[in-house]
């Protein structure tokens, strides 16, 4: 089919009046397509990429970046964490990191929202200063309690866990109900 006066060919359709042409796409176009049709298997099937490198070896690679940049807490005893506890510029340090980190679940005070009260006599994964540090640094996901090990510096951590341990006994306002299990007071010293 064509036009009057003009002899490009239509396309055999016409709605409300408006017909269109039947252009052919550009070939260089066409081509490039058909380039990009045919790269794709290519790219997906090759075991290598550029530089030899296959996409298992760049994930593994990112990964260990990735590891390398966020270095897991280590693995401390008791004796060791016990160090930061009462230590005033440790304490300092903490109050910094729980303020920036903590507050949004248990509170400025310490008092417990979404995470439980931090100040009282309770405690559901253990009272001692190791098993503070060990739930900051492993959190409880499935509860809600981030684990802060990958997101935290290893300082961090034993501050934090230092400004835990001071804000026991301070009796904030309004705090949350008691959760766990009742821990001596003695449990909470080093
Ligand atoms: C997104 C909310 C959330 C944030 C943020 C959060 N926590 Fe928690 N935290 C929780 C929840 C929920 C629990 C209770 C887990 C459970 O029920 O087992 C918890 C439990 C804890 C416990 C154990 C309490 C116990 O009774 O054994 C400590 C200690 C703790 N959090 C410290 C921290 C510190 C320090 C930070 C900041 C670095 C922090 N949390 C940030 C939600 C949070």
């Not at 401390?76 to 016990?82: D, I, L, S």
Request: aromatic share 8%; charged share 20%.
């Amino acid at each position: 089919m064509t036009r009057a006066g003009d002899d490009r060919p239509m396309m055999d359709h016409e709605y409300d009046g408006i017909q269109e042409y039947d252009n052919p796409m550009p070939r260089w176009w066409l081509l490039l397509f058909a380039v990009t049709i045919v790269f794709v298997p290519v790219y997906y099937l090759l075991p290598s990429d550029i530089g030899n490198i296959t996409k298992a070896d760049m994930y593994t690679q990112e990964i260990a970046a990735f590891n390398a940049a966020h270095p897991e807490a280590p693995k401390m005893t008791a004796e060791q964490v016990g160090v930061f506890v009462g230590k005033a510029d440790a304490i300092a340090d903490g109050k910094v990191v729980f303020m920036a980190n903590c507050v949004a679940c248990h509170r400025a005070d310490g008092g417990g929202q979404i995470g439980p009260n931090l100040t009282d006599d309770f405690w559901i994964h253990g009272a001692t200063p190791l098993a503070i540090h060990t739930t900051i640094t492993e959190g409880v996901l499935a509860k809600g309690m981030p684990p802060w090990g990958k997101m935290l510096k290893p300082e961090q951590i034993n501050s934090v866990m230092a400004y835990v341990i001071s804000l026991h006994g301070s009796h904030p306002t309004n705090p949350k109900e008691p959760q766990g299990i009742l821990a001596t007071a003695e449990a909470a010293k080093p």
